[in-house]
């Protein structure tokens, strides 16, 4: 079965400071791979996807995300944070070309200090 | 100006009665779905549907009813069944099978 994994509940970073949220997940065949932000009260926008190709995927805001399929993580990674970037990201894996079921990790909250 | 409505964005439930969150996309996206979010849990999916007048239940279906009768709309009843539904509530749209493109969310509170 699918399932996605976000190790990290809360990270703090400094602004100006390197980001590295952690995505693990579990799925039998090649996944499409999601990041998505959600601010309080908020629903979702989407950050980046990975469907095939380059395994470095960029997206916007500044946040890139890599493939590694022998580590079967998919990391979101920006090298410098700004406040804004304070918010609640999800990482999310979809069933692949044919399905409409996404799941959807339990979230890590970026609080970002100056 | 495309995209996906939600209404209200706060909502009120006395016990025993049954409530209505109102979706509408106009992005032409076939798939729609209404998710549950509680803290901490992430979201669950509670129904989808991939066509006009076609649904399916998602993990956390009990308690709750859809329709889709037109492309563009898909209205959640939170019916009485539905023990514990405070929480927020997500819709989101899709075209392909998997991007999904989500609304501002509804918060119900159970008085």
């Known amino acids: 079965a699918q399932s996605v994994t976000q190790p990290d509940i809360h990270i703090t970073v400094s602004e100006g400071a390197s980001l590295e949220l952690r995505c693990n997940y579990s799925?039998?065949?090649?996944?499409?791979l999601f990041w998505y932000v959600q601010s309080p009260g908020q629903g979702l926008q989407l950050l980046l996807k990975?469907?095939?190709?380059?395994?470095l995927v960029q997206g916007i805001k500044g946040f890139e995300a890599e493939f590694k399929r022998s580590q079967s993580s998919f990391n979101l990674r920006k090298p410098s944070v700004h406040w804004s970037d304070a918010a609640e990201y999800f990482c999310a894996v979809g069933a692949g070309a044919g399905g409409f079921k996404t799941i959807f990790g339990a979230g890590t909250r970026l609080f970002v200090k100056a | 100006d495309g995209g996906i409505t939600q209404s209200p964005k706060y909502l009120f439930r006395k016990e025993g009665q049954n409530v209505t969150l109102s979706c509408e996309q106009n992005l032409n996206h076939d798939a729609m779905y209404w998710y549950r979010q509680d803290p901490g849990q992430g979201l669950r999916l509670i129904y989808y549907?991939?066509?006009?007048?076609?649904?399916q239940k998602g993990d956390i279906a009990e308690g709750y009813s859809v329709s889709r009768e037109k492309k563009e709309s898909f209205p959640l009843t939170v019916t009485s069944a539905q023990k514990n539904p405070t929480a927020f509530y997500l819709c989101?749209?899709?075209?392909?099978?998997?991007?999904?493109?989500f609304g501002p969310g509804t918060r119900l509170t159970v008085l």
């Open positions: 989101a749209s899709g075209r392909d099978s998997n991007t999904q493109y």
């Open positions: 549907s991939q066509i006009v007048n076609d649904f």
């Open positions: 799925y039998g065949a090649t996944p499409y």
């Open positions: 990975y469907f095939s190709g380059d395994t």
